[in-house]
C-alpha cells in the first residue's frame, strides 16, 4: 500500500548469529513498537534475508516527515535505551540508516517480499526520476510488484546510537527505491530489472545496494494506542 507519510526511514544491519532468537524477539516486542509509539512515526515493518549473511535484515518506518527523527520523545528512546536494548545494541553489525523524503508511494495491501535499492548519483536529475517512476509504475501494470517506494536523501545524517558519521556531498545525493511483491522471486526480478536500467537513467550512478527480502512484521500505530511502551515514552515527558 501507499506510505502514509511524506517521509520513510530504511535501515539494514546484521546481528551476532549467536543471539539470533533473542534478537527476532527483541525486536518483534520491543524495538519496532517502541519506535512506532514515538508521535509522527505510523507504521513499522520488519524484513530478512536468511538466504543472506550480511544485510540479513531490513526494517522500514513509514513517518509523517523527517523532523520527527528530531523530536524529544526519538531522541530519548536514543539516550535512554531499556535494559534489553542496551544488551542488544552491543550486538549490531554493518548497520546502515538512510532516511528519506518520500518523491513517490503507490500501490495496494502489503506483500510478503521487498525489494531494496540503493543508489548514489548526480543531483537534480528530474527527468531522471520521472523515468523511474514510469518504469516503477510499469512492473505494477504488469502484475509483478505490488506497490513502490521512492525516496531521496540529499544528506544521509549520523546516528549517534552507533556513532555513524554524517554523509554529505553538494554534487550527489542517495536514492532508495522500494518494491513490495507476492512472491521473493518476483521482488528479486523487479530489482534485477530496475538495476540494469538505472544507469541509462541517471548520470554518473552507483548501484550500493540491491537486494530483496520476506516480511516478518509489520505493525501501525493505530495498534499501540493503549500501549503500554506507548505509556512509558510518554512518561519521560511528562
Not at 524529544?72 to 523524503?101: G, H, V
Amino acid at each position: 500500500m501507499s506510505l502514509r507519510g511524506k517521509a520513510f526511514l530504511c535501515i539494514w544491519n546484521d546481528h551476532d548469529p549467536a543471539q539470533a532468537i533473542e534478537y527476532e524477539a527483541w525486536h518483534t516486542f520491543e524495538h519496532v513498537p517502541e519506535r512506532v509509539c514515538v508521535p509522527g512515526f505510523l507504521s513499522g515493518r520488519r524484513y530478512a534475508d536468511y538466504r543472506s549473511t550480511e544485510g540479513r535484515y531490513f526494517t522500514l518506518y513509514d513517518i509523517a516527515s523527517l523532523d520527527v527523527l528530531e523530536t524529544a520523545a526519538y531522541r530519548d528512546l536514543q539516550d535512554n535505551p531499556t535494559p534489553w536494548s542496551r544488551k542488544m545494541r552491543t550486538a549490531f553489525r554493518n548497520f546502515e540508516r538512510i532516511p528519506c523524503t518520500t518523491i513517490a508511494s503507490a500501490g495496494q495491501g502489503c506483500a510478503g517480499a521487498v525489494g531494496t535499492i540503493v543508489i548514489e548519483t548526480l543531483r537534480h536529475q528530474s527527468e531522471a526520476v520521472v523515468v523511474l517512476q514510469e518504469q516503477l509504475s510499469a512492473l505494477m501494470r504488469d502484475h509483478v510488484i505490488t506497490a513502490y517506494h521512492l525516496g531521496v536523501a540529499p544528506t544521509i545524517p549520523q546516528y549517534a546510537v552507533f556513532g555513524t558519521a554524517e554523509v554529505r556531498n553538494d554534487r550527489m545525493e542517495t536514492y532508495v527505491i522500494v518494491v513490495e511483491a507476492v512472491l521473493a522471486d518476483q521482488a528479486r526480478m523487479a530489482v534485477t530489472r530496475l538495476a540494469r536500467l538505472l544507469d541509462g537513467m541517471f548520470r554518473q550512478a552507483t548501484v550500493q545496494r540491491c537486494q530483496y527480502s520476506d516480511l516478518l512484521f509489520q505493525i501501525g500505530v493505530e495498534e499501540l494506542i493503549h500501549s503500554d511502551l506507548r505509556r512509558e515514552v510518554h512518561a519521560h515527558h511528562q
